[in-house]
């Protein structure tokens, strides 16, 4: 499961984890913060400017994995 | 797991999955095609167009899903 993910200790901050998508420019990191937050860094342009950032709660960024996952389920 | 998520079938493409996130103007919605692909969509300001739009393969996406939902490990 580990290939393709880079994992960077941010000392004080949290975790980063950029995950390599092989299509062009897109690349996603996502920063687990020491309180459970999450920011996601969309990139799909080169360079180091993220096309987008948001920031999600523990319990969002779990839905929002669960999805892209696809262990996603209505209960 | 489902509240804050709506779910709408897309005939022929596949589903829509809108995640609300409470925070402003951001937003993320999943369209999880019928071939295993993804597609994130990343809405940072208000209006119908996204900030940005990443494709995703089934395995990215597992990736990037286990990650944001803090089960992600090195094996």
Known sequence: MGK?????ELPGLGTRYDVDLHSGSDRVSIVVGRDGKRHL????????E????????EEQARKVGAVL???FFVD
Chains 1, 2 share one sequence.
């Open 4 to 8: 393709g993910v880079r994992i960077q």
């Open 41 to 48: 860094y969309v990139f799909t342009t080169a360079g180091d």
């Open 50 to 57: 993220p096309t987008a950032v948001i920031e999600l709660t």
């Open 69 to 71: 996952a696809g262990t």
